[in-house]
């Protein structure tokens, strides 16, 4: 054997156990990105007691503001990890929307309350590093968590059997290899996640090239506290009050308009003039101004084996109805709790695969909801246009029509293994302020982060049971001291008593007049844990 062969062999078997030893010591989740859907994920993969590690190529929070809304659901969530209570000093409850004609003529409201469904103002506005930074300084006080910043992920080798992930990371001139058990493609729009799990785009046929200007100023600007959407064929607009003096315009400019260079103030001057008379005086300070392109689009696959897409990486939705961080906080909160059922408890694996099935078709409604109110305010200039517009503004005053539209922001899931059919099953339970040990508070801090029965009446001893075998909390109604919300709720949606998911979500319900849930033994197995097996599989039977 020649020196370089055994030098050759002596690498080989080098690598071979380091390798060894890095597959030995796997972490249980890697999440690529530390955006907000990645560092929420992250945040509520460790109240589960999941061990995270977060990568991201930026070593701080991105500095320049993208998303500007988030609705209550979002809200909720925040609750749920925690920082609700730091972001609602910054965030700013909005009206509603407002559809302006060409000269900034009303054509139809729709507002929003500021106690919806689930328990906080339906429509919030906020500076997208402020909210980052909080989530930051979560996940800072998490032992389960740890944040890379300053490393490029270059490539994610989806596994091989039941193998982990292997994941290449590049920081200081040098390549390493982390292992995980799961892997979070929470990486954004050119996401290499989606890639390595070989999906592709679907296209729902939507393009459009917008200008985006955020502005802090302390000129008197003509707001109703909402959102303006101008339905201009010649030049669509929106604007928003996202802050005390912050501002944000969105223009839809041609191939030849330019804010840039020596005239672009002026132009700005003439493009904001609707709101606020920049003429005088410097006190208009542009923060920054981008070129965005509105794309719709949906990844045609979320998953491979332990390789998940996440937010932007699995869907793009254009911003008209102010959905698209939404969407992935929702993706966020659907797989956290069931990938930690099954990382932590053993639960069957194919737990996991509910996670496309019910979060694909809720991205899907958005994005095309969001593409119709996008044609419908700013599609084209042609007479089709203008009569869509017309069709439109006619619409919205008939009685109701608004409020519908409202509703019809996140619909109920479709029924599937984990949303048994039903009135309320799909369906987010509402959340009113409760009484608890003698304090007030919200109901979600009182079911915490498992699986929880409410009910309305007494359960049945083989109801009880499996509930206690799912390691469900019960929660009897009308011991929570609320304002009849959750009594109401239950009458109306014919149950006597709900099975809540960790996220929620109504899984199952038990009818009024009947004593067990309607369909236990289509989804007891998926939640069956090698902690308590013997227990849900009698009692599912």
């Not at 619409?395 to 599937?416: D, E, I, K, Y």
Request: glycine share 10%.
């Amino acid at each position: 054997m020649t020196t370089e062969q055994a030098v050759g062999q002596r690498d080989t078997a080098t690598g071979a156990a380091e390798q060894a030893t890095d597959r030995a010591a796997s972490l249980p989740v890697v999440i690529i990105g530390a955006g907000p859907v990645g560092v929420t994920t992250a945040l509520l993969l460790a109240q589960h007691g999941v061990r995270t590690v977060v990568l991201d190529r930026h070593r701080d929070v991105y500095p320049l503001p993208r998303a500007v809304a988030i609705d209550d659901e979002v809200r909720r969530i925040l609750q749920a990890v925690g920082v609700d209570g730091e972001f609602a000093p910054v965030a700013r409850p909005a009206n509603g929307l407002r559809l302006l004609d060409a000269r900034h003529r009303v054509m139809a409201e729709f507002r929003r309350s500021s106690h919806g469904h689930h328990g906080f103002p339906q429509t919030s506005m906020f500076d997208q590093p402020q909210l980052e930074r909080l989530l930051r300084d979560a996940l800072a006080r998490r032992p389960e968590c740890e944040l890379r910043g300053g490393v490029e992920v270059t490539a994610v080798a989806a596994q091989d059997g039941d193998g982990p992930v292997r994941v290449t990371v590049r920081a200081d001139g040098g390549e390493t290899h982390l292992w995980a058990d799961a892997v979070l493609g929470c990486d954004g729009a050119g996401s290499l996640t989606r890639d390595a799990i070989g999906a592709g785009w679907e296209d729902l046929r939507f393009e459009e090239h917008w200008s985006a200007i955020d502005v802090r100023t302390r000129a008197h600007v003509r707001c109703w506290e909402g959102v303006d959407q101008v339905c201009d064929p010649a030049r669509p607009a929106t604007f928003m009050r996202i802050g005390e003096d912050r501002y944000r315009w969105e223009f839809r400019l041609g191939d030849g308009d330019s804010l840039d260079g020596p005239d672009g103030r002026e132009r700005l001057r003439e493009l904001v003039a609707p709101w606020v008379d920049i003429s005088h005086g410097d006190d208009f300070e542009v923060i920054r101004q981008a070129r965005y392109t509105f794309r719709a689009r949906l990844a045609d696959r979320w998953r491979r084996g332990r390789v998940f897409l996440l937010g932007d990486a699995a869907h793009l939705t254009p911003p008209f109805i102010g959905q698209g961080l939404c969407s992935g906080m929702r993706d966020a909160h659907n797989l956290a709790w069931k990938l930690a059922r099954v990382l932590q408890q053993g639960a069957d694996e194919r737990l996991l695969d509910t996670y496309e099935s019910e979060r694909k078709p809720h991205a899907r409604h958005v994005i095309r909801l969001a593409v119709a109110t996008g044609w419908a305010m700013t599609g084209g200039q042609d007479r089709a246009a203008v009569f869509r517009r017309t069709l439109l503004g006619t619409a919205c005053r008939v009685p109701g029509v608004t409020g519908l539209a409202g509703r019809g922001l996140s619909p109920a899931l479709t029924p599937g293994p984990l949303v048994r059919r039903g009135r309320l099953a799909g369906t987010c339970c509402p959340q009113p302020w409760v009484t608890a040990d003698g304090r007030r508070t919200r109901l979600d801090d009182v079911l915490g982060d498992s699986l929880a029965v409410l009910t309305a009446v007494p359960l049945i001893p083989s109801t009880r049971a499996v509930a206690e075998g799912l390691g469900a909390r019960i929660v009897p109604v009308d011991e929570l001291g609320d304002d009849g919300t959750l009594a109401a709720w239950l009458r109306d949606g014919r149950a006597a008593a709900v099975l809540l998911r960790p996220d929620r979500v109504v899984l199952d319900t038990v009818p009024t007049g009947r004593g067990g849930f309607t369909d236990a033994a289509a989804w007891a197995s998926l939640l069956c844990t090698t902690h308590r097996p013997a227990l849900l599989r009698s009692t599912a039977r």
